[in-house]
């Protein structure tokens, strides 16, 4: 009996070359995927010299308005990735667009954040100030770990009264070198509690981001690299590019087999190193909603995900497994029971 063919939208996909031969450029993200705090994300290193080796551009795409890209640079030459201010994008230059096109030339607008959304703001001939007095514009709120009370109070005296609102990016969580701590979305969040306003947002997932680098890099034909579902692979997803999920950051396997088409990922890798090496091809095997991949073999029976096999790769038993979680979300509209299966694809994702 031959096994069906795989709608498109059943990924992850093959790569039958590493993705850094197939792609032109990578739109990189930084926090859980090339650093955690100031230290480098294990294998990222190596792995993004190697990829530039194999002729592909790294270009750094991160929703963190808080630091220049000049400070975004010379973070990541110090971890040993020689990298210019000119391959870093930020959610501050795509909101500072934003603003642009909305107030007139030289206008004041009151900026809640750090260096980098000044910076942001000065670029586009625009004159960053810090309260409601100085006849501001526009407000444009991105995350810096000195916003307090006074500049959300400000920020939520000029929402209230009607000025446009760009928030740089609305991400709940920062990853740290301590943890996840709270990102620009909970501090959006605060204003939104005060004012019952909503704001436009700049960066990913949203297509403003994505224009953005796309007007930076000049990329034909790129490659978002993330490792998170709702900013980074949703991203993707809605400027029409494939992506790399890596599992170095946020996003769990638990979660990932309970995505939604529109957060679901081209490729899945454990690392960075995923740029390097083919990718598998899920195949569907004859069984009804049974999927293979490497040694491995996932399938949805009675409502339960089941994983069985065994392989020396325990992302291609995450692939399978994506595969038969998303055949049944989409042909049922419910998320099929994941346990013991996506426990099992957790403990071979964290053995060495």
């Known amino acids: 009996m031959t096994a069906p063919a795989i ?7 093959g790569c039958p070359r590493a993705p850094a031969e197939e792609y032109d450029t990578a739109l990189l993200d930084l926090d859980g995927v090339v650093y955690a705090g100031p230290a480098a994300v ?9 990829a530039g080796r194999a002729g592909m551009r790294l270009a750094y795409v991160t929703n963190n308005a808080s630091r220049t890209p000049g400070d975004v640079a010379d973070h990541l030459t110090r971890l040993g990735v020689p990298t210019g201010a000119h391959d870093v994008v930020t959610s501050a230059q795509a909101a500072a667009r934003l603003v642009a096109e909305q107030v007139p030339a030289g206008s004041a607008v009151l900026v809640v954040g750090g260096r980098g ?59 740290t070198d301590r943890g996840r701590a709270p990102g620009n979305g909970a501090l959006v969040g605060v204003v939104r509690a005060a004012t019952g306003a909503q704001p436009q ?16 890099t000049a990329a034909r034909r790129p490659l ?30 638990r979660q990932l087999l309970a995505a939604g088409p529109g957060e679901r990922p081209t490729y899945v890798a454990a690392d960075l190193r995923g740029l390097l090496a083919p990718h598998p091809a899920v195949t569907a095997a004859a069984a009804e909603e049974a999927f293979r991949c490497g040694g ?47 426990a099992a694809a957790e403990a071979l994702l964290r053995t060495p």
């Not at 810090?130 to 400000?154: C, K, M, N, R, T």
């Not at 947002?201 to 930076?216: D, F, N, T, W, Y």
């Not at 490792?227 to 170095?248: C, E, F, K």
């Open 7 to 13: 709608p498109a939208h059943l990924l992850p996909a």
């Open 201 to 216: 947002v700049a960066g990913k997932p949203m297509p403003v981001m994505h224009r953005e680098s796309m007007l930076r």
């Open 42 to 50: 294990p294998h990222a290193v190596d792995a993004l010299h190697l």
């Open 117 to 175: 959304l000044d910076e942001a703001v000065r670029e586009h001939g625009l004159r960053p100030v810090g309260s409601l007095a100085d006849g501001p514009a526009a407000v444009v709120q991105g995350f810096d770990p000195g916003v307090g009370w006074p500049q959300l109070a400000e920020a939520s005296y000029a929402v209230a009264a009607g000025l446009p609102w760009i928030a740089s990016n609305t991400d709940l969580s920062l990853p």
């Open 296 to 342: 491995w073999l996932a399938r949805v029976a009675d409502g339960r995900l089941l994983l069985e096999g065994h392989g020396p790769d325990p992302v291609d038993a995450l692939r399978a497994l994506c595969a038969a979680a998303w055949t049944a979300l989409d042909r049922t509209g419910a998320v099929p029971a994941l346990d013991p299966a996506a």
């Open 224 to 253: 978002v690299v993330g490792d998170r579902l709702d900013t980074d692979i949703a991203g993707a997803v809605n400027g029409g590019v494939d992506s790399l999920l890596v599992l170095t950051g946020v996003t769990t396997a």
